[in-house]
Structure formats: structure tokens, C-alpha cells
């Protein structure tokens, strides 16, 4: 006997993923997906954005890892409101789920942010799969990482609404061909801005923040 | 690495749409349809579910995975192509405005249960 299912297997994740887009709207915060393969330097730039995007831009952050706080102590000192999931305490899950971000958000003071950051546990592939609720999503490659990796993890950067190429200072050091990782994120995504920079430097820094605070700016009066 | 949940999700959807009238029902096939974007390793897959289905009426059964190529139309010039590598670009204009309109699948279709 042959059952019909046709179901989306990630069904309740994108229910409740769609729960939260609406909660955030209610509530007047655009919402940012940061993601990453580990040590790209996430927090880094989080911690030098916030300098430049605060208090003009209310930023909210919520900062995934499997384990250790350090992240969230590290962008604490910004003075961010910033809240750490762990995800061991779930299985050690690889990546942050709706239901994860619905729970955070939660005990987050929504009304008082323009903008909530949600940096995602370090990992090129698995966070790809998951939409949260977010309203855009930002993928984060470093110069110590391969030019081919836009290539090896096209969801990520299909999915992305804009890349950041970081950890520019580095270069002169390394054979890294900056010029090729960019044409390779092309080739995924011809139509997303990549954002050459050093977070440690700031060299690059301002094309990034000019399209974070216009995307803040675009999408609050589209969520209104 | 979240083939766990994957397969969790699929075992849950599955015993879920079993009538509740059959008694001690047996699936002897799930087949499912996984694009190739999608972030999923069919081994893995295969591995998890396996694991996770002893004691439920999905033990032992196989697992059929029609793979689902990726399909693109071109925003600027209407252009409909697949591709087997991740190359996004228009081959007829060059435009690079291009919709995903396959391969993101991950679904279940069917179930066979034993006679």
C-alpha cells in the first residue's frame, strides 16, 4: 500500500521561521543572518560594526556557538544587548533553528532595536539550510580560508544577500588571490555586493556599514 | 552534520501519516526527492535514519532518494537552463538577476507500507 506524503521535510522549521518573521515585523526590527566557516571573524567585525552602527542604529545581538560564552563577553564590552545561545544543551546542533531564535528573542527588548544581529554558529553549510526569520543574511569568507570555497558551499552563497571578504591586512602575506575568490562568489551570486575589508584595520570598512544602514533603513520602512 | 534533525523530521512526518487503523504497520520504502542545493549528504541521510528508526515502524526500510537537478530562469531574458555545477550566470545574456526555480527540494513523496 502506497501513502501519498509530499510534505516538506523542514516544514516546522520554516513555520515557525515565518512565526518570528511576523513577530519581528510587529515589533519594528530587521533582522540580520550572519554566517561564516569558523574563524573567519565574525565577532570581530560584529564588534567593530557596532562601534560604527551605535547608538544611531539600536543593535540587538543574538550570538550562537555549540559551547563557551566568549563570543557573547566579547561583544558585551561594546555594550550591545547581546544574548548567547549554546547549542550543546540541544545536541550540539550545528547550526541555530527557528525555534532557537523565537525562545532568544523572547527575552530580548525588541521595541527598543532598529536592528538585531544574529552572528550563527561558525559552519558554511548547515546554517544555510535553516531560515530563522531573518530579513537578510550576510556570509563572512576570510583570506586564510581557499578562493574556491563560494564553489564548494553554493547554498551559502546563493542564499546571501550580500559577502564580506575579510581579513584583508593578511594578504600580503599569503597566496591567497583575493580576485579570484570574488569572481567565484559571482559565479554563484553574479548579483551580490562583496565587501572587501579588514576587520582588525577597518581598511574597506565603509561600503559594508553604507549597505548595512541602507538595507536597516530599507527594510523597516518595507516592514511598516 | 544535521542529518540527525533531517532524519528526525522525515521519521516524525512518516509515522505521522500512517493510517491509525493498520495494525503493527512495516514501511518497506520511504522515497524522498532531495535537490542537489540542498545542504544534505544522502549517506549521512541513510546513516541517521537507519539508526533512528529501530523500534518504529521505519526500521529496516529503504530508503529511495530521487535527486532533483538545479533549475534556473533568467530574470532579464527568460532563459530556462540546468546546471550541474554551481555556475549562476545566464548562458544566453550574461545577466546575473537569476531565480532558483529547482533544486532546493528536501521532501518526502511517498510511503510503501507491507502488505
Known amino acids: 500500500m502506497e501513502i501519498n506524503i509530499q510534505k516538506k521535510v523542514l516544514e516546522v522549521n520554516e513555520t515557525m521561521a515565518d512565526r518570528n518573521r511576523n513577530f519581528f515585523k510587529d515589533k519594528g526590527v530587521v533582522v540580520l543572518n550572519m554566517m561564516s566557516s569558523p574563524g573567519s571573524g565574525k565577532t570581530e567585525l560584529l564588534c567593530k560594526t557596532l562601534a560604527r552602527i551605535m547608538p544611531d542604529t539600536r543593535t540587538g545581538v543574538i550570538v550562537g556557538d555549540i559551547c563557551t560564552t566568549n563570543d557573547a563577553d566579547r561583544l558585551e564590552s561594546t555594550g550591545v544587548s547581546v544574548i548567547q545561545i549554546n547549542t550543546d544543551q540541544f545536541g550540539g546542533d550545528c547550526h541555530l533553528a527557528a525555534h532557537l531564535i523565537e525562545k532568544s528573542a523572547k527575552e530580548m527588548d525588541l521595541e527598543a532595536l532598529d536592528l538585531l544581529i544574529v552572528e550563527n554558529i561558525g559552519n558554511l553549510v548547515c546554517p544555510a539550510e535553516f531560515d530563522i526569520g531573518e530579513d537578510a543574511r550576510v556570509v563572512v569568507l576570510s583570506v586564510t580560508e581557499g578562493e574556491d570555497k563560494p564553489l564548494k558551499y553554493p547554498l551559502m552563497f546563493r542564499l546571501a544577500d550580500a559577502a564580506i571578504l575579510n581579513k584583508t591586512d593578511l594578504l600580503p602575506y599569503l597566496d591567497f588571490n583575493a580576485g579570484e575568490a570574488v569572481e567565484n562568489m559571482k559565479q554563484v551570486h553574479p548579483d551580490m555586493p562583496v565587501f572587501e575589508l579588514s576587520a582588525k584595520t577597518e581598511q574597506g570598512f565603509d561600503p559594508w556599514i553604507e ?3 541602507a538595507t536597516v533603513t530599507s527594510k523597516s520602512t518595507n516592514n511598516k | ?6 532524519a528526525q523530521q522525515m521519521l516524525e512526518i512518516a509515522v505521522a501519516s ?6 503493527n504497520p512495516r514501511v518497506e520504502k520511504i522515497c524522498v526527492r532531495i535537490g542537489k542545493l540542498a ?3 544522502e549517506d549521512s541521510l541513510r546513516f541517521c535514519l537507519e539508526i533512528i528508526s529501530e523500534n518504529t515502524p521505519l526500521a529496516g526500510a529503504v530508503l529511495i ?3 532533483v537537478p538545479v533549475g534556473l530562469l533568467c530574470r532579464e531574458c ?5 546546471v550541474d555545477t554551481p555556475l549562476f550566470r545566464c548562458p544566453a545574456c550574461n545577466g546575473g538577476n537569476v531565480k532558483v526555480l529547482s533544486g532546493r527540494e528536501l521532501e518526502i513523496s511517498t510511503l510503501e507500507l507491507a502488505e
Open chain 2, 65 to 67: 532518494v530521487e535527486e
Open chain 1, 211 to 213: 549597505w548595512l544602514v
Open chain 2, 39 to 41: 545542504a544534505v549528504v
Open chain 2, 78 to 82: 527568460g532563459h530556462e537552463w540546468t
Open chain 2, 1 to 6: 552534520m544535521h542529518e540527525m534533525g533531517i
Open chain 2, 18 to 23: 500512517i493510517p491509525d487503523d493498520i495494525d
